[in-house]
């Protein structure tokens, strides 16, 4: 079973950066598509960046042209870099494979958008 775990997370002003990073601990990282999630307080969870194994990228509306997601095929790693940070970021972010986010959820890891 591939264990996922989430890092990067923090309190950080509107306008401010982060970078999120999620490890994975399976071989077969490479031949999956990944994404990042994220859930607010009170809310669904919702699918904000996704990438292919391929490399190509999709974005959420609500997070175009501010945030970006990668993957290291070689640390078995996707990354999310977060900029412009709005309030609204506020949620507990995951990574998961795609596509149905198969494999078992990690602890996720805290974003907090706030002066």
């Known amino acids: 079973q591939v264990q996922l775990v989430e890092s990067g997370g923090g309190l950080v002003q509107p306008g401010g950066s982060l970078r999120l990073s999620c490890a994975t601990s399976?071989?077969?990282?490479?031949?999956?598509?990944m994404a990042w999630y994220r859930q607010a307080p009170g809310k669904q969870r919702e699918l904000v960046a996704r990438?292919?194994?391929?490399?190509?990228?999709n974005y959420a509306d609500s997070v175009k042209g501010r945030f970006a997601i990668s993957r290291d095929n070689t640390k078995a790693t996707v990354y999310l870099q977060m900029n412009s940070l709005k309030p609204e970021d506020t949620a507990i972010y995951y990574c998961?494979?795609?596509?149905?986010?198969?494999?078992?959820w990690g602890q996720g890891t805290q974003v907090t958008v706030s002066s």
């Open positions: 399976g071989s077969i990282f490479s031949i999956y598509g």
């Open positions: 990438i292919a194994s391929n490399g190509q990228t």
């Open positions: 998961n494979r795609l596509p149905g986010a198969q494999w078992t």
